[in-house]
Every structure is written in C-alpha cells, then in structure tokens.
C-alpha cells in the first residue's frame, strides 16, 4: 500500500514531520468525495505520506488532477522515488510562489508554513466555491520547541480560518488539531 510505503520512507530519512493517519485518513475522506475532473492540492509534501493518503482515497480514479509542492529539494526527492500515478504532480517550489499560478482546488491541505503562517490569503482565494481546506497541527503541542515558537502565527491561522467570511469552518479536536473549512459559494 502507497501509505506504508511513505510511513518506511520517512522512518528511512528519519522525516518526523508526516501527518498522522488520523489526519491522512480524513483527506482520504474528503479526496474520496472530489467531483469528477476536480482538483486537489497539498502545501508541503514531505516524503509522500499525506500524498499516499490523498492517492489511497481516489482509489485509481484518473480524473482528479493532484498537485503537491515541497519547498525542500532533497525531500522532494524522496518523495519522487515513489511510482505516483501519472495524475500525481510534486512541485519542488515555495507554495507562496507556488500558489498564485497552479489555478483553483476542490480540496487543500496546507501542511506547510507557506501557504499557512505565510500567506493563508492565497490558500484561501485558491479554494474553489464549495472546496474544502483542511489544516492540521492547530493544537498546542508542549515540548516541541519548533511549534512552540510557531504558536503565535498557528493562533493566528486559526483566527483567520474561524472568521474569515469567504469559509465556514469547524474546529476538530482530534489527532494534532485539525480545521476543517468550506469555501462558500
Ligand atoms: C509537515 S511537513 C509535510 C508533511 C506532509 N504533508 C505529509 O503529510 O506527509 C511540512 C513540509 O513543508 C515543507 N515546506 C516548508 N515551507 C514550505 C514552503 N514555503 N513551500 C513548500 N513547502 C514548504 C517542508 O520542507 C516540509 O517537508
């Protein structure tokens, strides 16, 4: 399976920074209900794992075109050692820079600091009507020093998500902190 495949892969490179199944599982979900010809988009790759789980919800559909970008070359890399469907495109990119020209999604997960402490504007205006976001790690996770000094921006994204006009929004309590948002239509 593509998942474990990812899980061996970051345990090799020693990544530490993949999404949980839990949260894999719930982009299953939703990429499992992308229209037909849709198209999804995740803000940092890593080596593939949330990648893996957005592939494992289409199961073999060939009609949603997947765009995810990795700002890192040498991880992109281990991700591009997966055989991806031929619908599978890894940008080696700044999402910020990324963003404004990969066109509209059915559904985003914003994994990475750009496209979500940075400029969460254009991760938003790059949700199709009735597209869905998806962000995790919004809960506070004491002891780790690199989201601790984040905490500032990660409050800040989760005000943002809650009362910005263009999205209905849900807060789940769940695996890191997740939310969960509609781009109105
Ligand atoms: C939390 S990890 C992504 C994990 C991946 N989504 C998964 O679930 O397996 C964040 C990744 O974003 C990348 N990144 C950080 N800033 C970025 C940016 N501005 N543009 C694109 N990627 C970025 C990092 O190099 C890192 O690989």
């Not at 800040?156 to 239509?185: C, Q």
């Amino acid at each position: 399976m593509t998942v474990d495949r990812a899980r061996a892969r970051a345990a090799a490179a020693g990544f530490d920074l993949s999404c949980d199944d839990e949260v894999g599982a719930l982009m299953a979900a939703l990429a499992a209900g992308v229209p037909r010809g849709g198209r999804i988009l995740e803000l940092g790759t890593g080596v593939g794992v949330g990648l893996a789980w957005i592939v494992a919800g289409l199961e073999g559909r060939s009609d949603v075109e997947v765009h995810s970008v990795e700002v890192d070359p040498r991880t992109a890399a281990v991700a591009a050692t997966e055989d991806w469907p031929s619908s599978v495109t890894v940008h080696v990119a700044d999402a910020v820079e990324a963003l404004p020209r990969l066109g509209s999604f059915d559904l985003i997960f914003a994994d990475a600091q750009g496209g979500k402490t940075e400029r969460l504007d254009l991760t938003i205006s790059a949700l199709a009507p009735g597209g869905h976001l998806l962000v995790d790690d919004m809960a506070p996770k004491p002891g780790n020093a690199l989201h601790e000094s984040l905490w500032p921006q990660i409050e800040h994204v989760r005000e943002r998500l809650l009362t910005d006009p263009r999205l209905r929004s849900a807060e789940l309590a769940f695996a890191s902190g997740v939310i969960l948002a509609t781009k109105r239509r």
